[in-house]
């Protein structure tokens, strides 16, 4: 079965990190093209980081320095290390994976930046 499926989110204080984890099964985990996205209450979804084939990564300007994106291709896991958070970091945070012209997304872990 063909998923994506999240886990590291939690509640942290601002100033402190998370490791959020994506695990690929079915055969999904893309080589090209995987990254992270958030969603904050009554926001549009963004694009926190990605990273394509080669390596290639990209961030938005509002995290670049502070996360991390990084993968396991032997693990088919994809990694968003993030530190110095901030209470606007505050979302569901979900991976997505573009695979034969098809995307794939995973269920979403919540992460909560308290002040």
């Known amino acids: 079965q063909a998923q994506l499926v999240e886990s590291g989110g939690g509640l942290v204080q601002a100033g402190g990190s998370l490791r959020l984890s994506c695990v690929a099964s079915?055969?999904?985990?893309?080589?090209?093209?995987m990254g992270w996205y958030r969603q904050a209450p009554g926001k549009a979804r963004e694009l926190v980081a990605g990273?394509?084939?080669?390596?290639?990564?990209k961030y938005a300007d509002s995290v670049q320095g502070r996360f991390t994106i990084s993968r396991d291709i032997a693990k088919n896991t994809l990694y968003l290390q993030m530190n110095s958070l901030k209470p606007e970091d505050t979302a569901v945070y979900s991976c997505?994976?573009?695979?034969?012209?098809?995307?794939?997304w995973g269920q979403g872990t919540q992460v909560t930046v308290s002040s």
């Open positions: 997505s994976s573009y695979y034969r012209g098809t995307y794939y």
């Open positions: 990273i394509q084939g080669g390596g290639i990564t």
């Open positions: 079915g055969g999904i985990f893309s080589i090209s093209a």
